[in-house]
Nanobody
Framework: QVQLVESGGGLVQPGGSLRLACAASGFTFRDYAIGWFRQAPGKEREGVLCISSSGVTSYYIDSVKGRFSVSRDNAKNTVYLRMDSLKPEDTAVYYC????????????????WGQGNQVTVSS
């Protein structure tokens, strides 16, 4: 069974940090790019960043550059999204998604999705 399961979200104060994990099963993880998307209330789901099967990162939102980073551990079939210096505008449901090989901004090209994980940045 193909699955992506996210963990690690929660409530954090502005300026704080969180690390989300996306654990995969049921497919050849090392061949897939993993993208992170987020959806704030009343807004469209948007791409945040992506890590390709070869480990190259692509950023899709300028405001997260220098604050968010992504890594993958193919031995554990897991991708990690590290979020530092969090701001209230980062509040959203965060999703990981998989597509074969390379990254792409368009969410419709991703065919495997996690269930989403709430991140709330508030004092």
């Amino acid at each position: 069974q193909v699955q992506l399961v996210e963990s690690g979200g929660g409530l954090v104060q502005p300026g704080g940090s969180l690390r989300l994990a996306c654990a995969a099963s049921g497919f050849t993880f090392r061949d897939y790019a993993i993208g992170w998307f987020r959806q704030a209330p009343g807004k469209e789901r948007e791409g945040v960043l992506c890590i390709s099967s070869s480990g190259v990162t692509s950023y899709y939102i300028d405001s997260v550059k220098g604050r968010f980073s992504v890594s993958r551990d193919n031995a554990k079939n897991t991708v990690y999204l590290r979020m530092d210096s969090l701001k209230p505008e980062d509040t959203a449901v965060y999703y990981c998604a998989a597509r074969l090989y390379g990254c792409f901004r368009n969410r419709e090209t991703y065919n495997r999705w996690g269930q989403g994980n709430q991140v709330t940045v508030s004092s």
